[in-house]
């Protein structure tokens, strides 16, 4: 019973969702309206909990002083003063001038954009030492890539301003994304798509199971 | 010195340096570089111009700090526009660490277009759920989201008042970075309610919208800094976007030199090993 109660639930209702999509009908509607509310309350909850799990494995890891632990302090005293400081503040939490928005403007804000910012050094780096053409698939990659990285900018423009408007490098980056990658990338997406269906049934008919604590 | 010997001797911090120096003189010196919107831009401009005055709009802002110099030069031109052709604007934001940054860009626009709050535009803040919250705000906006950012409630604002869900929205314009987002919303919410849908996007996930693109369920396109670059240059300003663009280009310009000259490098090294 520990198994058939959850698999036949997931079977009810994944059909019943199903069912809400094609019939408009009240009878199904209302039921299915109230099951996707009810999503949303797990996935607050689901916050709850990854921030409490969040803590319990970073305490253990600087309890038992493993590799790194004093970035994980760092991380518990973050969230534990962000956390703290939310609950001292009440609803207005969000309201200028508060310290929970001194925190985002001043410390979030600040070195998330700095991570982001970072990459550029890293991709120039990368570029010459990762980006080699061995083969004709990764020239073709190659060609494709400088096209569209000079394309997408205005100094391309500018650097082929003399040809004609068909061989200008904004036009072949623009046939590079409208033909060939757009083809590969709905290729991609009916696959997934067929996955997704595919493995949304294997759940609906209790085929398979990993969801439940990780049974295959 | 040959130049596989020589790229294997420089030291990296050169190539940090270069890129920074590539990055910074162009913020400081424009070099005020012409700008042609592509099509996807375009379309994305005309879609908000044909909006009558006193349409709804529903933005969802489903980005944070990281992506703000691609998204954020956007969302203000798209609000500005909005505002501008006097539209009523309700914001949502999807993404967890973008509601306060959101909601500073929505003020500051709001206050520059003289729109007033509750009345003009109302911003609803964040909610946890993605999917489900999309396919909520179907049934009810109100509903899903009962209070406002700033914790009023939001059956009591004007501007709700005739806002019931999708059905009272003339578009749907989703600003971006990644999950849930433009896809998202195209895939859940365009085909199913059958509402407009226009998209901002970073640059690195234009390419996977271009197939809805294609097929008109996304109406228009802005990928990237140089999308919205493009559309200042739609709506005759010169923002962030046009600003960062230089900086881009030489950015680009020196990324693509390193790996011509990586390969060039290979080659040599390859040439004298087989001769």
Known sequence: MKREIPLFLTAAVGLFMILSFFVPHQAVSVPADFLQQSAIIIVAFGIVLGGANLLRVNLEAVVRRQ??????????A????????GLIEGRDF??????????YDQVYSSMSSAMFALLA????????????IRTTEAALLAVAALIVMMGRVPLGGVLTAGLPRELRVETLAQWILDVPQNAANRAILIGAALGVMATGLRVILGIERSYLSGED | MSLAAFFERLDRRWIYVIMALMVLVPLLWPLNLPLEPSPPVRAYHDVIAALSPGSTVLMSCDFD????????????????QLFRQHCKVVVVVLYPGGARLVDE?????????????????????????????????????????PRDYNGRDVTGLPIMQSVRNYSSCALLVSLSVGYPGTKEYVQQVQGRFHIPVIGGVTAVSAPT?????????????????AGAAEYEDLRFERGMASRGMDAQSLAHLFIVLCIVLGNLAQWERKWKETA
């Open chain 2, 105 to 145: 860009i929505v003020q500051e626009v709001a206050r520059e277009n003289r729109q007033v709050e509750g009345v003009d535009y109302v911003n609803l803040g964040y909610k946890a759920g993605n999917e489900a919250v999309m396919v909520l705000m179907g049934q009810s906006i109100a509903g899903t989201f």
């Open chain 1, 78 to 85: 973050g969230l534990v003063v962000t956390v703290t400081l």
């Open chain 2, 65 to 80: 700090p990281a992506s703000r110099p691609e998204l954020e030069p956007m969302t203000r031109t798209t609000l500005r």
């Open chain 1, 121 to 132: 050094f890293f991709i120039a780096s990368a570029a010459f030492r990762a980006f080699r």
């Open chain 2, 209 to 225: 919208l271009y197939p809805y693109l294609q097929t008109g369920q996304l109406s228009g396109m802005l990928g990237g800094m």
């Open chain 1, 94 to 103: 969000q309201a200028a001038g508060t310290r929970s928005t001194w925190i």
């Open chain 1, 67 to 76: 590799p790194g632990w004093t970035y994980k302090l760092v991380l518990i």
